[in-house]
Structure formats: structure tokens, C-alpha cells
């Protein structure tokens, strides 16, 4: 009798350790799925963000438009010649949001100094017709770089909106703090 008792005390643990690794799969493979479906929908998000940030710039007659979660960099032609920029590290702040504007030359000379203005707010309607809401602006300074090609980080503070709020920053008048170093824009 002991064997028997001892052959199926042997068969249920066996049976039990399969059905906890059976269980500990099916939920690796949960927590798995969700995790994919995480990162989809961001970059479902991602994508209707960058969407709208080309489509507002292609109708953009002055500077351009960067939007808060579309990871991806413009391009202005300005003074200085072709700029790349792009938003990030948005994020809540006492009284509004901080973010980290990138401006990154293209060609192989060092940016001068230079300054611009930046404007940010709410954006209503859809990208074929909308309205810039609760706009707000200042002057940006940024010095000359010594590297080329030149990358000039300049830390932003938006005040009065917060992070969810922010519907686009965007960035124009460049020019350069000695007017002699100005590039001629091609159309």
C-alpha cells in the first residue's frame, strides 16, 4: 500500500508541477501580449502625433512646429542655413512644463549665436482647420558652438500649461546675434 500511496503522491506532484509551469507560462505570455499592446498603442500615437506635426509645418509660413510626443525632428530653412529640431524630455514643472529644445545644424560649420522666439500653446480643431489657443512666446539665446556639426541644446520653461495641455511648440525667427554671419535662404 505505501507504494501505491507513494506512486500517486508522485503522479499528483508531477501533475501539479506541470500545471504550475503551464500557469507561469500563460502568464509570462500575458504580461507579455500587454506589454506589445503598450508600445503599439504608443506608437499608434506617436504616428497621429508626427502626422499632424508634418501637416501643420507644410502649411507653416514662418518657423516651424514641433509636437510633444511625435519624436521626430523638423526642419527649418533660417538665416543660419537648414536646422533640424526637435522637442524633448517634456515634462511637469512648478508652474508649467520644462522641455529640451535640439537644434542641430546641417551643414559642417559651427553655428554662431543666435537667437529666435518660441511660441507654445493649445491647438482646437483638426489639422485642415485650427486654432492656436492660449499662445504664449519668449525669446530664446543660445551661444555659438565650437563643434561642428553643431548641436545646441536649450533648456525650455513653459509656464502657465501643463504637459497634457501642450499642444505645440514652434520656432521661428533665427537669426543670427551678428548679422554678418547671416546665410541667404533658398525657397
Given at each position: ?15 501539479s508541477?506541470t ?21 503599439m ?19 507653416s ?15 527649418l530653412?533660417?538665416q ?10 517634456v ?14 545644424g546641417?551643414s559642417?560649420?559651427?553655428?554662431p ?16 482647420n ?14 555659438a558652438?565650437v ?5 545646441v541644446t ?5 509656464p ?6 501642450l499642444?505645440?511648440?514652434r ?16 525657397q
Open positions: 500500500m505505501t507504494k501505491t500511496y507513494l506512486r500517486i503522491f508522485l503522479v499528483g506532484s508531477l501533475m508541477l500545471a504550475c509551469a503551464q500557469q507561469t507560462e500563460v502568464r509570462q505570455m500575458k504580461q507579455e501580449v500587454g506589454s506589445l499592446t503598450q508600445q498603442n504608443k506608437l499608434g500615437d506617436q504616428t497621429v502625433k508626427l502626422t499632424q506635426q508634418n501637416a501643420l509645418n507644410a502649411k509660413t514662418t518657423g516651424v512646429y514641433l509636437l510633444p510626443g511625435s519624436n521626430t525632428p523638423a526642419r530653412n533660417s543660419l542655413g537648414n536646422l533640424q529640431m526637435s522637442l524633448s524630455n515634462a511637469a514643472e512648478a508652474n508649467g512644463t520644462r522641455a529640451t529644445l535640439k537644434i542641430k546641417e559642417n560649420d559651427p553655428l549665436a543666435f537667437s529666435g522666439k518660441v511660441e507654445w500653446g493649445q491647438i482646437q480643431g483638426t489639422t485642415d485650427y486654432q492656436e489657443v492660449n499662445v504664449q512666446s519668449q525669446q530664446i539665446d543660445a551661444p558652438s563643434l561642428a556639426p553643431s548641436d536649450i533648456p525650455l520653461l513653459l502657465g500649461i501643463t504637459p497634457e495641455q499642444g505645440f511648440v520656432i521661428h525667427d533665427i537669426q543670427p546675434s551678428d548679422m554678418s554671419q547671416a546665410q541667404p535662404q533658398s
